[in-house]
C-alpha cells in the first residue's frame, strides 16, 4: 500500500471537460423523452402564475445572435420564475406575414401574377413553416424550455380569427376609417408603411432656393415681386397647390440685386448669403397674415398657387414660405385640409414614377425627376440657388431604399381619438429600463393616426366590403362572420370566394340592390397582427392569463412591438397587455461595429454551439450588460469559456471531494459548525440572497454572474478550498473537522447548482446526477431559501477582519517566498507580533490559524501583545510579521514541516498527527508496511 492510499483524495467521474457540443444533445434528448417542460408545470400546478409573452420572432432564415440573447433572456427568467415558487408556462410564438417571405419567394422565381392569389398565399404559407420548423430546432438547441409542439403563429387561423375581432372592435368604436393623406410609401416594396417601419440613412439631396411670382398681392404686393421657397425634393413641385407663411412671422419685401422678392425678415441674412446676393434693400415689412389669400405663378405649370398661413412654418432653415404639396407632406396635407380644401394632387405612382399629372415628366422616376425639374426652372428663370447636401432621410427597412410620402387611400387607425389613454396606460407599466418609458410615451405622444392598410398578398386581409354605391360595409356582424370563417379555413377563404360567400347569408344592404358585393383587396399591416397577440394568445390559450406580467425585447421594439401591442390593447380592453418591460440593446462585434454579412464580423449562434455549447453561449448572455449594446467575437466567447472551466472546475473539487459524504447522516447542524465553516455558510446565504432579490428578481443577470464568480474565486478558491486539502484529505473520515467542510461543500454544491440551472441548464444536470438529492432532476426542483443564523452580523465583521490580517500574511509569506527564504508556505515560521485588536481577533476566530494560513502548525507563534519586532519583520499597520525558514522535517503525508516526524517508530515518516490517524484507519497496512519511495 502506498502512503498516498491513507489520503482521501477527492474522486468523482464528473468529468473535467464539458464536452458540450456533444453532451448537451444527449441531454436534451433525454429531458424531452422524460417531458421535464410538462412535468414541471405539473409541479407548478395552483401557484401564483408568471407569464412572460414571447414578442414573435419573423419567421425567415437561420437565428443570430440577436435571437440567443432574446431566447436564452426568456428562459432565463422563466427557469427562474418556475424555480422561484411560481407557474410559469413559457409559449413561443412566430410572425409569419409579410414582405420578406414574398421576396424570397421571388428570388426562388415564384411569379406572384402567374398565380392566383390563393395559390401564391399558399406557397408563402409553406415556406413560412419551413421557416418556423428550422427556427424551433435552432432554439431548441440553445436548451430553451418550452411548449415547442403548440407554439403561436400568426398565420393559425385561429390566430387570424382574433385578429379580426380586434380589428372589429376597433371599427365598433370608431377607430377604424378610411382616409386619402399623404403617407410613407415604399416605391421598392409598392406598399404603405408605417413608422415603424422606417429607418434613417444619410442622403445627397439637392437644395433649391425657387420664385414664385406675384399673381394677386392684395394691394401690398406687386406683380414684380416673387415668393421665395426652400425645397430638398424638386421632384414635388409638379404636385405644389400653396405656399405656407405663419401668422406670426414677420415678412420682408427686399429689392436684392434688381429684383424684389418676399421672404422672412428673420431668415433674410441666411438667404442673403445662401442665394450669394450682392445688394439688398428692405422695401417694406407686414406680418405673415397680410400674405394670406394672396396667389403666385406656378413656376412652370399654367396655373396658381394659394398662399395660406400655418403653424407649421419655422425659422429653422429655408426662408419661412414653405412650399405646399398636399399630396407629399403630411403638414402641407393638414394645413390645406384645414382651410377646406378637398384637392390633392399626388402625380406619383405605387412604383415611384411620374403620372401624367405631371406633364413633362411622365414615366420618370421620381427621383430621376430631380435634375429635370431643376432644369426646367433654370430654363423658366425661377431657380435662384441649387446645391447639395447630406441629411438623414427616411428609408424602407427591409428593402433598405429611399421612401417618400405619397398621397393614396388608406385603412387608418386614428391614435387621436384614445391617444391619451395610451399615455396614461404607458404611466401605469414597470419599465424596468426607466428610460424605456419616456421613449415610448413620447412615440405614443408624437406619432399620426396609424396605416394599417399594405398593398400586398401575404399578410390577414382587411375584413371590410363594399355595396355597389360605393359604402363600406363594416359592421359586428360582418366581422365575426369573417372571423368565423378564418378560424375555420384560414384566412386564405377570402381569396377564394367571392364577396357574396364571405358575408352571412342573406345579407342585404341598402346600397346594393342588384345583391352584389365587392371586397377589399388590401391587407392589415404586419405590426397589427403580432399587435393582436394579447387576444390572440394571451386570452386564448388557458395556461395564459391576461395581461401579461412582462414583455421583452429589444430596444428597436418600442417602435414596434411594444408600440403596436399597447395601442391594440387599450383600443380594446382599454389597458396595457403587460404589467412590466424589460428591452435589451443589439449585439455588436468585439470592436463595437454592428454586425453585417457585408463586413464579415457575423458570428452564427451554430458556429458556437459546434465548437464550444450552448451553455457557453448562455454564459455570456448572463456575463453581459444587456441594457446596453452588447460586444460579442470569438474572442469574448473564448474568456466565457474560460470562466465556464472556472465554475466546472470548482463545482468539481466540490463533488470529488464530498463522494463520500451521506447527506442524511454526515451533515454537521449549523452550531455544531466551526467558526470558519459557519461563516462560510453564511457567505453561501448571502450569495443567495444576492442572486435571487437583486439577480433573478431583478432581471439582472450580471448580477448574477458576478456574484457567482465572486463566490467562487474569493471565497471558495483563494480561501475555504484552498486550505480545505489539509482538512479532507487528511483527516480521518469520520472527523468532524472533515465533515463540517464537508457539509458546506455539499450544501454549497446543491445550492449553486440549482442557482445556475436557469442559465447553464445542461451542465447543471450533469452536476446533479452527481449530487445525492430526491429531484431526478435539478430543473425540478426549487431554488435554495435565503436563512439568516444566529448571530451572523457579529461572525461576519469577525472573519472581515481575519481576512484583512489573513492578506497581510500572505503578502509577507510571497515577499519571503521572492527572498527564496521559503518555497511553499507549510516551509514558513510564522511569528505574529500584534497589537492589541488584532490579538484579540485571533482568539476571536476560535479555529486554528496555523490550517487557515496553509502553514505549519508546529511553527506558528503569536508574541505576546507590545512585544517588540525584530528588524527583519514586515511591518503593517496593526501587526508585524515575521517570516523564517522552518527547520523540521516535511511529514510524508500531510506535506507539513513538523518537529515530531518519526515520533512513532513504525511509522518514521510520519507526523505524530498522520501517524495517529493511519494507525486507527489502516492497521494492516502499518504492520505490513508501506512501499517506499524509489
Request: with cysteine; aromatic share 10%; charged share 25%.
Amino acid at each position: 500500500m502506498k502512503m498516498k492510499d491513507t489520503l482521501h483524495l477527492g474522486k468523482t467521474d464528473f468529468p473535467m471537460r464539458g464536452n458540450l457540443p456533444v453532451r448537451e444533445v444527449e441531454w436534451q434528448k433525454e429531458w424531452e423523452e422524460a417531458n421535464i417542460y410538462q412535468r414541471r408545470q405539473e409541479l407548478n400546478e395552483g401557484k401564483p402564475s408568471f407569464i412572460l409573452h414571447d414578442g414573435p420572432p419573423y419567421a425567415n432564415g437561420n437565428i443570430h445572435l440577436g435571437h440567443s440573447l432574446n431566447k436564452i433572456s426568456k428562459d432565463i427568467i422563466v427557469r427562474s420564475k418556475s424555480m422561484s415558487g411560481f407557474r410559469a408556462p413559457y409559449v413561443p410564438g412566430w410572425d409569419t406575414h409579410g414582405l420578406p417571405i414574398e421576396q424570397v419567394l421571388t428570388n426562388k422565381g415564384i411569379k406572384r401574377k402567374e398565380m392566383s392569389m390563393a395559390a401564391y398565399r399558399e406557397k408563402c404559407k409553406e415556406y413560412a413553416l419551413s421557416q418556423v420548423d428550422k427556427q424551433r430546432a435552432d432554439f431548441k438547441r440553445l436548451g430553451v424550455a418550452g411548449d415547442w409542439e403548440h407554439p403561436y403563429i400568426t398565420l393559425q387561423p385561429e390566430y387570424e380569427a382574433e385578429e379580426i375581432r380586434v380589428f372589429g372592435k376597433m371599427a365598433e368604436k370608431g377607430y377604424i376609417y378610411k382616409g386619402l393623406k399623404p403617407i410613407y410609401w415604399s416605391p421598392s416594396s409598392e406598399s404603405s408603411l408605417a413608422e415603424a417601419e422606417i429607418e434613417y440613412k444619410d442622403v445627397k439631396s439637392p437644395s433649391i432656393y425657387v420664385a414664385f411670382p406675384v399673381v394677386d398681392g392684395k394691394e401690398l404686393l406687386d406683380t414684380d415681386t416673387s415668393f421665395i421657397i426652400w425645397t430638398t425634393t424638386p421632384w414635388t413641385l409638379p404636385a405644389n397647390m400653396g405656399i405656407s407663411a405663419n401668422p406670426d412671422f414677420t415678412y420682408v419685401q427686399i429689392l436684392a440685386d434688381d429684383r424684389k422678392f418676399v421672404v422672412a425678415k428673420e431668415l433674410l441674412d441666411t438667404v442673403k448669403e445662401a442665394i450669394g446676393w450682392e445688394k439688398v434693400e428692405v422695401l417694406q415689412e407686414f406680418p405673415g397674415t397680410a400674405l394670406e389669400f394672396m396667389t403666385a405663378q406656378h413656376p412652370f405649370y399654367d396655373r396658381t398657387s394659394l398662399v395660406i398661413l400655418g403653424d407649421h412654418v419655422t425659422l429653422d432653415a429655408g426662408t419661412g414660405l414653405v412650399h405646399t404639396a398636399p399630396g407629399h407632406g403630411e403638414d402641407d396635407y393638414f394645413v390645406w385640409q384645414k382651410y377646406g380644401f378637398k384637392d390633392i394632387l399626388s402625380p406619383v405612382d405605387s412604383r415611384g414614377m411620374m403620372t401624367d399629372e405631371a406633364p413633362g415628366f411622365e414615366g420618370v422616376f421620381y427621383d430621376k425627376a430631380n435634375p429635370m425639374v431643376t432644369d426646367l426652372l433654370k430654363e423658366k428663370g425661377a431657380l435662384l440657388k441649387l446645391d447639395f447636401f447630406t441629411h438623414s432621410y427616411p428609408h424602407d427597412w427591409r428593402t433598405k431604399k429611399p421612401v417618400i410620402y405619397r398621397a393614396t387611400p388608406q385603412w387608418f387607425a386614428s391614435i387621436d381619438k384614445f391617444r391619451q389613454n395610451i399615455l396614461d396606460e404607458v404611466e401605469k407599466v414597470d419599465w424596468i429600463i426607466p428610460w424605456g418609458e419616456t421613449r415610448l410615451y413620447n412615440m405614443i405622444r408624437d406619432r399620426g393616426d396609424w396605416v394599417i392598410s399594405r398593398q400586398r398578398a401575404w399578410g390577414v386581409p382587411l375584413p371590410i366590403f363594399y355595396a355597389e354605391n360605393g359604402d363600406v360595409i363594416l359592421t359586428p356582424e360582418t366581422i365575426e362572420h369573417v372571423a368565423q370563417l378564418f378560424a375555420e379555413h384560414g384566412s386564405n377563404v377570402w381569396f377564394e370566394r367571392e364577396a357574396k360567400e364571405l358575408l352571412p347569408e342573406g345579407f342585404t344592404h341598402p346600397g346594393s340592390p342588384n345583391g352584389q358585393f365587392t371586397k377589399e383587396t388590401d391587407i392589415m399591416d404586419v405590426w397589427f397582427d403580432s399587435g393582436s397577440s394579447h387576444e390572440a394568445v394571451l386570452r386564448q390559450r388557458p395556461e395564459l392569463s391576461f395581461p401579461a406580467d412582462l414583455y421583452l425585447e429589444g430596444s428597436d421594439q418600442y417602435r414596434g412591438w411594444f408600440n403596436s401591442s399597447i395601442t391594440t390593447s387599450v383600443a380594446v380592453n382599454g389597458v396595457a397587455p403587460y404589467k412590466a418591460v424589460l428591452s435589451q440593446g443589439f449585439t455588436l462585434d468585439g470592436e463595437g461595429r454592428k454586425m453585417s454579412k457585408s463586413l464579415g464580423n457575423t458570428i452564427l449562434p451554430e458556429k458556437v454551439i459546434k465548437q464550444m455549447g450552448a451553455d457557453i453561449l448562455r454564459l455570456w448572455v448572463a456575463s453581459v450588460d444587456t441594457e446596453a449594446d452588447v460586444r460579442v467575437s470569438m474572442d469574448i466567447l473564448n474568456q466565457v469559456s474560460e470562466v465556464y472551466r472556472k465554475i466546472r472546475n470548482t463545482m468539481r473539487f466540490l463533488l470529488a471531494n464530498t463522494a463520500d459524504f451521506e447527506p442524511a447522516k454526515d451533515t454537521v447542524a449549523y452550531d455544531q459548525l466551526r467558526s470558519v465553516d459557519k461563516y462560510m455558510m453564511v457567505r453561501l446565504n448571502q450569495t443567495i440572497k444576492e442572486i435571487r432579490e437583486n439577480g433573478y428578481d431583478k432581471y439582472d443577470f450580471l448580477t448574477i454572474y458576478k456574484t457567482v464568480m465572486n463566490f467562487m474565486t474569493t471565497d471558495l478558491s483563494s480561501f475555504y478550498l484552498d486550505f480545505a486539502k489539509d482538512v479532507v484529505y487528511i483527516e480521518a473520515e469520520d472527523n468532524h473537522q472533515r465533515r463540517c467542510m464537508q457539509t458546506v461543500f455539499y450544501q454549497t454544491a446543491v445550492a449553486l447548482t440549482k442557482l445556475l440551472t436557469p442559465i447553464i441548464p445542461h451542465t447543471a444536470e450533469e452536476i446533479w446526477k452527481h449530487l445525492k438529492e430526491t429531484e431526478d432532476y435539478v430543473q425540478l426542483a426549487e431554488f435554495p431559501a435565503y436563512q439568516e443564523y444566529p448571530n451572523q452580523g457579529e461572525l461576519l465583521d469577525t472573519w472581515q477582519a481575519f481576512m484583512d490580517f489573513r492578506d497581510k500574511v500572505l503578502k509577507a509569506l510571497e515577499a519571503a517566498r521572492n527572498e527564496k527564504l521559503i518555497g511553499k508556505s507549510l516551509e514558513a515560521k510564522l511569528t505574529i507580533y500584534p497589537n492589541e485588536p488584532v490579538a484579540e481577533l485571533l482568539k476571536a476566530v476560535d479555529a486554528d490559524i496555523a490550517q487557515l494560513l496553509i502553514v505549519s502548525p508546529d511553527y506558528l507563534t503569536v508574541a505576546p501583545v507590545g512585544a517588540e519586532a525584530p528588524a527583519a519583520a514586515q511591518i503593517f499597520d496593526d501587526v508585524a510579521l515575521l517570516v523564517e525558514k522552518a527547520d523540521g522535517e516535511v511529514c510524508d503525508r500531510c506535506r507539513q514541516v513538523r518537529k515530531d516526524v518519526g515520533a512513532d517508530a513504525k511509522l518514521p515518516t510520519l507526523c505524530s498527527h498522520c501517524a495517529e490517524i493511519v494507525e486507527a484507519g489502516f492497521p494492516e497496512a502499518v504492520a505490513e508496511g508501506f512501499e517506499t519511495k524509489k
